[in-house]
């Protein structure tokens, strides 16, 4: 087959879930309730954390970035699906396709970073209780968060500048609900070398290194918590970081499931994706608020942020 300069392509067509017109109106009911709730939720939290100033701790400052990370990230795909859904047509331009993968590469390892810097963060607040405000000084984590983004964007911006060097062959059709890069690489005439070691490399290492730094912070709060002597005091201790871990396990699992999928464009790899793409998004709010004292206390205050709040600050009154 003749492959054709990448210039040519004007645009690719996203399959999507259902050919079936009958399950559109459905799909996209369910697609924009659920994308409601993200990003109400998420915003809330930020909301929250910006209106207290009791909030205003390492913790909630990483979680308020997380928020908005979530926020970014699930707008990446879903809009644009529900654009497709809406009008029944599945095309997305080019440029458009080039300029998704970018920003989900984007937020997607701002997310995996940020849980990374927060399961650091918890390790400092339990192991070294005494240092915790000088070693998690607002320097230090504004500079936490400049590096997670740098790193983001430069990776996003090497992978889409690779991209933009392919030629397509004559089927832009890409059998997912958005721009997802291994989909699109299949589609390639031209010689993908390059982009797969780049995508496997980089990808091993946002995924190793984080999670080996997750898994570090929480062997030693592990370590410390066997070490204390009574039930009430474990479970206390356990507690400032259990809404942590169970993001970190949505994330992760979801994640996985969506690269350990054998064929992505199935039906197994698309729900896997929707999971981590709109799902994980969608329940980090609840998760930190739900047994979060002081967000419920800053969500209840919100019509009315000029209020006095008459708890002090803690590290997190938990969950």
């Known amino acids: 087959m003749e492959p054709r ?15 079936d017109s009958e399950h559109q109106p459905i799909l996209f009911g369910l697609f924009l309730s659920m994308y409601l709730v993200t990003v109400l939720g998420n915003l809330l939290i930020i909301l929250a954390v910006s209106s207290d100033s009791h909030l205003h701790t390492p913790m909630y400052f990483f979680l308020s970035n997380l928020s908005f990370a979530d926020i970014c990230f699930t ?53 070294h209780p005494l240092h915790y405000t000088v070693i998690m000084n607002p ?22 500048l ?16 958005y721009c997802e890069l291994t989909q699109a690489l299949m589609l390639a005439c031209s010689d993908t070398l390059v982009n797969h070691i780049l995508q496997y490399i980089v990808t091993g290492l946002l995924g190793i ?22 039930a009430n005091g474990k479970y206390k201790t356990f507690s400032t970081c259990a809404s942590h871990l169970s993001v970190v396990s949505l994330f992760y699992g979801t994640g996985l499931g969506v ?18 793409t709109m799902v994980t998004p969608m329940l980090n709010p609840f998760i930190y ?16 942020c000029a209020g006095e709040f008459t708890q002090g600050p803690t590290q997190e009154h938990t969950q």
């Open 209 to 230: 290194v984080p999670f080996s730094g997750i898994l570090f912070s929480y062997s030693r709060i592990a370590s410390l918590i066997l070490r204390i002597p009574s």
């Open 5 to 19: 300069n990448q210039t040519s392509v004007s645009e690719f067509l996203l399959l999507g879930f259902s050919q």
């Open 139 to 160: 320097w230090l984590c504004g500079l936490l968060v400049l590096v997670s983004l740098f790193i983001s964007l430069s990776y996003s911006l090497i992978q889409s």
């Open 259 to 276: 690269y350990l999928s054998s064929d992505a464009s199935s039906w197994r790899g698309m729900i896997a994706s929707l999971m981590y």
């Open 75 to 127: 707008s990446t795909t879903v809009p644009k699906m529900l654009v497709n859904i809406q009008t029944q047509s599945k095309s997305i331009t080019y440029a458009g396709c080039i300029a998704q993968m970018y920003f989900f590469m984007v937020f997607g390892c701002m997310d995996t970073f940020l849980l990374t810097v927060m399961a650091y963060d918890r390790f400092v607040a339990i192991c």
């Open 289 to 304: 608020s739900l047994r979060n004292r002081d967000i419920k206390r800053a969500l209840q205050k919100l019509p009315c």
């Open 162 to 177: 690779l991209m933009l060097r392919l030629s397509f062959c004559t089927n832009w059709v890409i059998p997912h609900f």
